[in-house]
């Protein structure tokens, strides 16, 4: 059996990770938040957009997987499963998940934004949140950057097209804490839907998807996936 999880933002906040909305306190109060999720951000202030992603970079070390996460994993066991992920955090990973697609990046990959090449350099500590940093250089003379998707940029080709074909080879579909609403990742639910294949929302408030998957869940992600593999059957009946 193959199962594609698809997880949202929702998945990781119930580890603690702060969503994007949350985090624009403190030094980042007044930042318009395209300011520092964006291309034109990044040009204009680079030392200000690597000051603000170094910062959630190393936040994340204090953030462990959930029982979500760790059910994910453990499904493993017993099917075939992919995991499609919105998140940049690397919960899924540390949970135990070896077929993770991240559709948004990671923050855990960095990259020059001249020659695209991968950084693997030294990163400089940051204990506390600071407002500016000056990013590292790359050898051709570009700045390096976080692998991440900002506003306006695409999606990386190769997560797609996996998260693509995982989810229209899947048995059964999972959508765990997201809202469907940002697309093109929304349209891959969408897709299954229509390829006729049974997708689970696992969500404790409604979206716009739910009135059209086999089953929707008002449970959290911690709460509904340790059990989930074992009640299919029952569930899908």
Avoid at 169 to 191: C, H, K, Q, R
Wanted: hydrophobic share 40%.
């Amino acid at each position: 059996m193959l199962v594609t999880v698809l997880s949202g933002a929702g998945m990781s906040a119930e580890s603690g990770v702060p969503t994007f909305r949350d985090v624009e306190t403190g030094l980042w109060a007044t930042t318009d938040p395209y300011e520092i999720s964006s291309s034109d951000g990044w040009r204009r202030h680079p030392e200000r957009v690597w000051a603000w992603y170094l910062w959630r970079h190393y936040m994340m070390k204090a953030v462990q997987p959930n029982d979500g996460h760790r059910a994910v994993a453990a499904w493993q066991d017993y099917a075939d499963v992919q995991v499609v992920t919105q998140n940049v955090d690397d919960l899924h990973e540390r949970a135990g998940s070896t077929q993770v697609h991240h559709l948004h990046g990671s923050l855990f990959h960095f990259r020059c934004d001249r020659c695209q090449s991968t950084y693997e350099g030294p990163m400089p500590e940051m204990p506390e949140p600071v407002e500016t940093v000056e990013p590292p250089v790359c050898a051709c003379g570009g700045l390096v950057r976080p692998d991440v998707v900002w506003f306006g940029e695409q999606l990386p080709a190769v997560a797609w097209d996996r998260s693509v074909a995982a989810v229209v080879a899947s048995d059964v579909a999972i959508v765990v804490g997201t809202s469907a609403v940002v697309y093109p990742a929304a349209s891959l639910p969408e897709l299954a839907i229509q390829s006729g294949i049974p997708v689970i929302e696992v969500n404790p408030e409604p979206t716009p998807l739910s009135g059209s998957v086999t089953l929707s869940l008002r449970e959290t992600a911690a709460t509904a996936l340790p059990e989930l593999l074992q009640r299919l059957p029952a569930l899908l009946g």
